[in-house]
């Protein structure tokens, strides 16, 4: 990060969170009246300590005993308490005032980002890995509120304790506040110079485990190839070797980690001992009294901690600083085109869908698509097939308006879609895909995750003609079963058959199979075929599939290649045509090449 | 985390050591503010300047010590931590491998690697903060109280009592904030899951419209957590100025009962100061020690789930009771075997029984679920059957060892996984020392050797993690290779074909057919054109055998074959 996005993206920080400016305000005045209270303490303690030994100096001088009560030490104590009593009091205030005041912030900035996420184009998904998203939605904006919580409360304190505890220090003593003033300096050093060291040795820590957790992970994943090869020994050195080399980093930059507490200390009491000397010779010489020594060494306990502190501060804001930047990144990525508002909702659809001169391309600067026409008449059972990569989701994506063409247009009902709501659009449509996505939750919620409304007996129906309802019988706890990550209750065919009941459910008047049944055995996938052909019965589809054998009765089939649609037709026709779909056909049948 | 502590068992001299020093450690520190009030009492008060040298001089020493010895002590902690660390996690990996496909199963692999890579570095963690900030504390408060004796009583009564206030008032404040962390912990893991199920699923969202119900999803959760944090936070706003004021208050009490004392010559007035040193520093060191233990949970919960890896006694055992009598014929045999899943009531393989020649090809064919990858799964030894018997070349396969057995066998999994790397150490995972000729061609056998050939750096191209560069038919006709190149009498193919397109898989089966002629083959499929010229083809349905015999034979005989024939060929070519 260079120094000006640093500052800029600090100021936009500090903008943002200005809706709490009055809590922020409150806070840093409580603040200032808990430091001032203590900072006033050790002061105080000196002259009560003053009061002892003069009173006691004075008892022995004059013979009496010298008696501690309301009348000689009285108002010192009381000063005493009220100090402490105000400091807690008001540090209790701006405690219980930031309590809210980060997480808030983080709350604010996590719902932002949320809905953000619903306006953001599928480019952004493509070109981002998921763990890279989560990981700012998740611990970017947790590192943001710990330092909020404590860096900025650390940070503020320390630099009003450090300057107020020197100019009192001075006020005692300018000698000793100056060795005072060497110490700290030397241990400003020190900090800065090991707090470089553990950022280099915890950069080499991380990359150590990172090579080491990769090897984990892969050995995990493979564990079946490992199994099978034998390569038990292999992956076990493997990992020694890495284990060995993060034992070496990490003992190093914990090492730098902690020693660098008692490093400081060591300075710090070297401070001290020479303030105790020097400090002693004054009291003989009459210049301060040992209640001055005694608040010097309290000051110099006092600043000598914040020092430390404030180094790892620096160091942790330039931290949030970064991991502010990375979320602000996702505020600043480009948007989808708003919604057109101006046409109505189609109501009854006929299903009429038209590609007129479409070019497309992921990258624009690399068109995939150029020139697409096609013409699919309301009611039909259109197949596309080709090769992967051919463009067949690609078609798909565009006429569900997932991403934006760069030419020509896309019309159901001769209606426009992109003047159509995205919302009105895509309730047209039902969609399985080759993935199947299933959230957290129970099988009937997934069922009726496109008609959250539908009754039990629907889902069951559904769950029926999808071939799956069988199976969530055997499950423990039925339609009630909930899916989690943690414990795979489905195989990938049967999640496919989860999310074809989903579809049936939704009852559309577009469908569009995608490799829908790739995972399902060509036995089941034909009963589903019957269920599908029955629910289609009148309405559009779209069939995406590799098995040629089920898209034979198909009213059109498209052929694609390399972006384009380069035939276009009836089984028979293509066939006849002898063209690249009858190859493809024949390879799939053919049962003998020799 | 108690279960782990046998881990530190080889440091033992290490770590004693370590408690020594810090013991001396804290000593040192104590025994500063009394040097402290030496130079007070006998140098300022009695105007003594040599007293004052003397005590100056001491404290010089004495830090030097104290922090040598906490430097030393620290370098041995990190030096522990970092080789218990790597024990663990050495001692996971190994477990892991032994494991068998069960095990692996009811861990899952997502959670096997978290276990063994962040729960462990939490673990490493806590250790460190528990040396540094727990430990020190009962040497503090001991040493801390044994000395404010030494100068006072009335005065270490009271500061004993400040102990035993703070520390009751933390532990209710812990019995409050432990159940609250925990649930942050959760409803954090929940903010994961649920952006998670957003990022992977933004298409289906899309298309059924439900941004706005997944919106609200989320900020419930990110509301929920919000809240929770505050509450915590809140507990911590009052906590913290309460155990500051205690400090205080003490030090106050100190002040005014010490100056009695100095009144009526039962102490002099830099044992005061002394005392406040030593109430300051036990009463910090108390505090920061029981801080620790709210944090201690969240490690607690890495350290069970640890345990639980570390406990697993590996399930595949090698049995030397049955009699190793080996015969050549036939080289694989199943005979009347059971299996089904841990805790599941449906078997997966029901009265299995089947066998396997020399040089000839046998197919298994059947719907999903049908079972037919159990069969592969059992003939590797992933999982042990329930009942019946397996043999490979005519012993039962629970008397090889896992290594011996495995090498028999050329497996090529369902999901072609290839190790970052090279082309050619992929290959060479299946023969240590094969050659670059050997390996060009079991290459041009799975037909990918062209493809190799104009790749740059050919068998030395890279391969990335999963060999996720790769399409997927490349992958498999790599994880092909890798089966050749081992030559093994026997080869399983499990759905090993489906990525590749029909004129691939076709010229595959061919080149096998000529260049593996005195192999046992299985090949489990899915496309019966890929296993129609097979020499024997098992029909499974429902985890039982419902047909075997030849494509001709089943076709008239076998009903579940003939559906699937149907499913997938036309009418010309079934009557052909």
Request: with cysteine.
């Amino acid at each position: 990060m260079t120094k000006s996005t640093i500052v800029a993206t600090s100021r936009r920080f500090f903008k943002d969170l200005m809706f709490q400016k009055w809590q922020l305000l409150a806070v840093i005045a409580f603040l200032t009246i808990a430091t001032g209270c203590s900072l006033a303490a050790p002061m105080l303690i000196g002259s009560a300590i003053d009061h002892i030994s003069t009173g006691v100096a004075n008892a022995v001088a004059a013979k009496t005993t010298f008696v501690i009560s309301i009348h000689t030490m009285g108002t010192v104590a009381l000063v005493l308490l009220a100090v402490y009593l105000l400091s807690a009091l008001f540090n209790y205030f701006s405690q219980s005032i930031l309590a809210s005041v980060a997480q808030k912030m983080t709350l604010m900035l996590r719902k932002r980002i949320s809905s953000k996420l619903n306006r953001l184009p599928l480019e952004f998904y493509d070109q981002h890995q998921t763990g890279d998203i989560l990981s700012r939605v998740t611990s970017d904006l947790e590192k943001i509120a710990d330092t909020l919580q404590e860096g900025l409360v650390q940070l503020f304190t320390a630099t009003i304790t450090i300057i107020g505890a020197f100019a009192l220090m001075f006020m005692i003593s300018p000698m000793l506040t100056l060795i005072a003033l060497f110490s700290i300096f030397t241990s400003i050093i020190i900090a800065t110079i090991v707090s470089e060291k553990t950022n280099r040795y915890y950069a080499a820590n991380q990359k150590a485990l990172g090579q080491l957790n990769a090897n984990i992970e892969e050995a995990f994943t493979g564990n079946q190839v490992v199994m099978a090869f034998n390569l038990q020994n292999k992956m076990v050195s493997t990992n020694d070797r890495l284990n060995e080399k993060l034992a070496q980093t990490s003992a190093k930059a914990e090492f730098a980690t902690y020693a660098i507490n008692p490093l400081i200390r060591f300075v710090g009491t070297l401070g001290y001992i020479v303030i105790a000397i020097r400090g002693a010779f004054s009291v003989i010489s009459g210049t301060i009294t040992i209640g001055d020594i005694q608040a010097l060494f309290q000051y110099v306990n006092q600043v000598s901690e914040p020092v430390t502190e404030l180094a790892y501060t620096l160091n942790a804001l330039q931290g949030a600083v970064a991991s502010a930047e990375r979320v602000y990144e996702i505020e600043d990525s480009l948007e989808e085109l708003p919604d057109d508002q101006t046409v109505p909702k189609l109501t009854q659809i006929r299903g009429h869908v038209n590609f007129e001169h479409v070019h497309f391309g992921y990258d624009p600067d690399l068109p995939l698509m150029q020139d697409i026409n096609i013409n699919v008449k309301a009611g039909s059972k259109v197949a596309v097939v080709g090769p992967t990569g051919a463009g067949k989701t690609t078609l798909i994506n565009l006429m569900m308006r997932f991403y934006e063409l760069q030419g020509g247009k896309i019309t159901i009902d001769d209606v426009d879609i992109k003047t159509m709501k995205r919302s009105d659009l895509r309730s047209l449509f039902g969609m399985v895909l080759q993935d199947t996505w299933l959230f957290n939750g129970t099988v009937a919620d997934n069922i009726s995750y496109g008609r959250p409304d539908a009754t039990i007996e629907q889902i069951q129906d559904a769950a029926k003609a999808a071939r799956i309802a069988h199976m969530i019988d055997t499950l423990p706890e039925g339609y009630n079963t909930v899916l989690s990550g943690e414990q795979e209750v489905m195989s990938i065919g049967q999640k496919q058959l989860l999310t074809i009941a989903r579809t049936i459910l939704s009852d559309p008047s577009i469908l569009i199979l995608d490799e829908a049944t790739s995972s399902v055995d060509t036995r089941t996938e034909e009963a589903i075929q019957q269920a599908m052909d029955s629910l289609m019965q009148g309405r559009t589809s779209f069939v995406i599939a590799h098995r040629l054998s089920t898209i034979k009765d198909a009213d059109q089939i498209l052929v694609m290649n390399h972006g384009t649609i380069i035939e276009q037709g009836t089984h028979e026709s293509l066939l006849s045509a002898n063209g690249f779909y009858a190859d493809l056909y024949r390879s799939q049948f053919a049962t003998k090449i020799n | 985390m108690f279960k782990l502590v046998s881990f530190l068992k080889p440091y033992r001299t290490h770590v004693t050591m370590m408690l020594v020093l810090l013991f001396l450690q804290t000593l040192g520190t104590l025994y500063l503010p009394t040097l402290t009030a030496d130079i007070v009492n006998n140098g300022i008060v009695k105007e003594n300047l040599s007293a004052v040298w003397i005590g100056g001089a001491w404290m010089f020493v004495i830090a030097i010590l104290t922090a040598a010895t906490a430097i030393y002590g620290t370098w041995l902690a990190t030096k522990v931590s970092a080789n218990t660390g790597r024990d663990i996690r050495g001692a996971m990996f190994r477990r892991v491998q032994e494991f068998s496909n069960n095990d692996f199963n009811r861990f899952g692999t997502a959670s096997l690697i978290t276990r063994s890579t962040n729960d462990v570095t939490q673990v490493q963690q806590a250790f460190m903060i528990i040396i540094s900030m727990l430990l020190p504390a009962p040497f503090m408060t001991v040493s801390g109280l044994i000395l404010a004796f030494s100068k006072d009583r009335l005065l270490a009564l009271m500061l004993l009592a400040f102990m035993v206030g703070i520390i009751l008032m933390m532990v209710l404040v812990a019995k409050k904030i432990v159940p609250i962390f925990e649930r942050l912990q959760v409803q954090l893991d929940k903010i994961n899951r649920v952006v998670r199920e957003r990022l992977i699923g933004v298409r289906v969202i899309r298309a059924f419209n439900r941004t706005d119900t997944e919106e609200k999803r989320s900020n419930a959760t990110f509301e929920q957590y919000a809240s929770t944090a505050i509450t915590a936070n809140k507990i911590f706003a009052v906590l913290m100025p309460l155990v500051m004021l205690a400090m205080n208050l003490c030090t106050l009490l100190f002040v005014w009962f010490g100056g009695q004392q100095v009144a009526v010559g039962a102490m002099e007035i830099g044992d005061i100061m002394a005392i406040i040193e030593y109430a300051f520093l036990t009463l910090m060191y108390l505090v920061m020690g029981i801080a620790v233990f709210m944090f201690i949970p969240r490690a607690q919960t890495c350290a069970k789930r640890i345990h639980a890896v570390l406990s697993v006694d590996p399930e595949l055992q090698v049995n030397t009771k049955v009699s190793k009598t080996a015969t050549e014929e036939p080289t694989v045999v199943f005979d009347h075997v059971n299996f089904h899943y841990e805790g599941a009531q449906e078997s997966v393989l029901d009265d299995v029984s089947f066998q396997l020649h020399r040089g000839q090809t046998t197919a298994i064919v059947g719907s999903t679920g049908s079972g037919k990858s159990t069969i592969a799964n059992l003939l590797m030894r992933f999982y042990d059957a329930q009942s019946g018997q397996i043999k490979v070349a005519g012993q039962d396969v629970r008397t090889y060892s896992l290594m011996k057995l495995r090498n028999k066998i050329g497996y090529v999994p369902q999901k072609a996984f290839l190790f970052s790397g090279t082309i050619a150490s992929n290959f060479r995972h299946g023969n240590e020392n094969a050659l670059e000729r050997d390996m060009h061609d079991a290459a041009s056998i799975a037909q990918v050797d062209d493809f190799i050939r104009n790749l740059p750096g050919g068998l030395d191209a890279p391969v990335d993690k999963g060999g996720v560069k790769y399409s997927g038919g490349q992958r498999q006709r790599l994880a092909i290779t890798r089966a050749i190149v081992k030559h093994p009498p026997i080869y399983v193919f499990d759905d090993s074909f489906s990525a590749l397109d029909f004129k691939t898989d076709a010229k595959l089966r061919l080149a096998l057919k000529k260049n593996i002629t005195d192999a046992t083959v299985l090949i489990i499929a899915q496309r019966l054109s890929s296993i129609i010229d097979a020499d024997q083809i098992i029909v499974l349905d429902e985890g039982k055998i419902v047909g075997i015999g030849t494509h001709a034979e089943l076709l008239r005989s076998c009903d579940v074959y003939q559906q699937i024939a149907k499913s997938q060929f036309s009418e010309e070519e079934l009557t052909q």
